[in-house]
């Protein structure tokens, strides 16, 4: 997964998510749940290959965006279409319920 931050964000995320999806994971290193949410996000990447784009952003090295995003609790999962938010899920979920999540947004 990209790591995108402040600075990459607008054209990671906002420019890109005109063309695809783009699934953002606004976690910390400190975080155990995020630790155990990666693997399942990088398994589901390679499985919806193009269809999705997948970023991660790191809340403590860039505090402006997960302020901006409303971000008070991590894990936290949004799915950006067209440079807005269109679902969330915050805590850690099964692949499953993450695949589900993702197919009603797709």
């Known amino acids: 997964m990209l790591e995108v931050s402040d600075a990459n964000f607008q054209k990671e995320v906002i420019e890109k998510s005109a063309e695809k999806p783009v ?37 403590d090295e860039s505090p402006a965006k997960a302020s901006e995003y409303g971000i008070r609790s991590i894990p936290a999962v949004k799915l950006f279409k067209n440079g807005k938010v269109v679902d969330e899920f915050i805590g850690l979920m099964h692949e499953d319920e993450i695949r589900e999540w993702l197919d009603r947004n797709l």
């Open 23 to 59: 699934l953002v994971d606004f976690y910390a290193d400190w975080c155990g749940p995020c630790h155990a949410l990666t693997p399942r996000l990088e398994l589901l990447e390679e499985e919806y290959g193009d269809r999705v784009v997948f970023v991660k952003l790191n809340i």
